[in-house]
């Protein structure tokens, strides 16, 4: 990740040619997202899937809050933060984590 990521804490990982971030339209295109899950065998994978997935485990890092966890979302509530991760890290809406580890 050091070759492809700037040093900063709040640098982008996926970026375009300029370096600048990428918007949501041209994402898909530039990363040819379909071809590459479709190589993993996972099609149909979204990339806002990852998005779940990383804050479910994120949740059950030793000494993760729920704050932590929010911030991370950039949710402003408990409600929302808990509503899109899981235990079964199967993320789904409306399934809310059972440990929310203080």
């Given at each position: 990740?050091?070759?492809y ?36 065998g ?16 994120a949740a ?5 809050s ?15 933060a ?21």
């Amino acid at each position: 990740m050091v070759n492809y990521v700037g040093e900063a804490s709040e640098a982008f990982v996926f970026t375009g040619e300029s370096g600048r971030n990428l918007w949501r339209g041209d994402f898909n295109k530039l990363v040819k997202w379909s071809e590459a899950v479709a190589a993993v065998g996972v099609p149909g994978l979204h990339f806002h899937d990852l998005r779940h997935t990383g804050n479910t485990l994120a949740a059950r890092a030793p000494g993760a809050s729920l704050r932590d966890i929010m911030a991370r979302m950039g949710h402003d509530s408990p409600r929302a933060a808990l509503s899109t991760s899981t235990p079964t890290g199967r993320p789904t809406k409306g399934s809310p984590m059972r440990s929310t580890r203080r």
